[in-house]
């Protein structure tokens, strides 16, 4: 079974410049999350889709984040424009969707705002 | 609300050494817990869970204890092998919700 597939593996930006990362999640997991985890720290949730909709996005800088999944299978997460604070590594996990179910993992997309 | 703490790193251990890496909980409701790892270069995977009080979760030879008393789940290994080099987070997920809330890590090396 292929895992999550993230893509870029890695990104180097200038600030203000636009940046995107793709996730496919598992087939027939329903849903997706948006992780960012900085240097040294846990992951943190930026966003929750249940099939193609946001359920939870709280957690989401709405000013210069958006993030979509149509047709509720891949998912793009865009940042416009980038700071350097957005110097992460962004990960994107799926699962069935079901209380206590295992979040499988993408290998990350890792993040350079020069 | 819900939040994780563990141990702060980085761990340093001889090869065959005993592992423990601290981790404790604060939840709102009654969550499940997990260890995940992640490998250089890597996603994170999840090495273990326990859903209820006292449950014991174990893999590759770690265990932890779900102890609610103590609102801890505290990962140990008897003998460490220099392959778990990695970091390992500690997480929780409430019954009733989706969103995992993860510890900062913990950096284990194993040396020869």
């Known amino acids: 079974e292929a895992g999550v597939v993230q893509s870029p593996r890695y990104k180097i930006i200038e600030k203000k410049q636009p940046v995107a990362f793709w996730c496919n999640p598992i087939?027939?997991?329903?849903?997706l999350y948006w992780y960012r985890q900085n240097l040294g720290q846990g992951p943190e949730l930026l966003i929750r889709?249940?099939?193609?909709?946001?359920?939870?996005d709280s957690q989401l800088p709405k000013d210069r984040f958006s993030a979509e999944r149509l047709k509720g299978v891949d998912s793009t997460l865009k940042i416009q424009p980038a700071e350097l604070g957005d110097s992460a590594v962004y990960l994107c996990?799926?699962?069935?969707?079901?209380?206590?179910?295992?979040?499988?993992f993408g290998p990350g997309t890792r993040l350079t705002v020069l | 609300g819900n939040s994780v703490t563990q141990m702060e790193g980085p761990v340093t251990l001889s090869e065959e050494a005993f592992l423990t890496i601290n981790c404790t909980y604060t939840?709102?409701?009654?969550?499940?817990l997990f260890w995940y790892v992640q490998y250089p270069g890597e996603g994170l995977q999840l090495l273990l869970k326990?859903?209820?009080?006292?449950d014991k979760g174990s893999n590759k030879g770690f265990e932890a204890t779900y102890r609610k008393e103590t609102t801890s789940f505290h990962l140990e290994k008897g003998s460490v092998q220099v392959s778990d080099s990695a970091v390992y987070f500690c997480?929780?997920?409430?019954?009733?919700?989706?969103?995992?809330?993860f510890g900062t890590g913990t950096s284990l090396t194993v040396i020869p």
């Open positions: 939840a709102t409701g009654y969550p499940s």
């Open positions: 326990a859903t209820k009080a006292d």
């Open positions: 087939s027939g997991h329903n849903t």
């Open positions: 889709y249940e099939n193609e909709e946001a359920v939870d």
């Open positions: 997480a929780l997920i409430e019954r009733s919700g989706n969103q995992f809330y």
């Open positions: 996990a799926s699962s069935t969707g079901q209380s206590y179910n295992e979040q499988f």
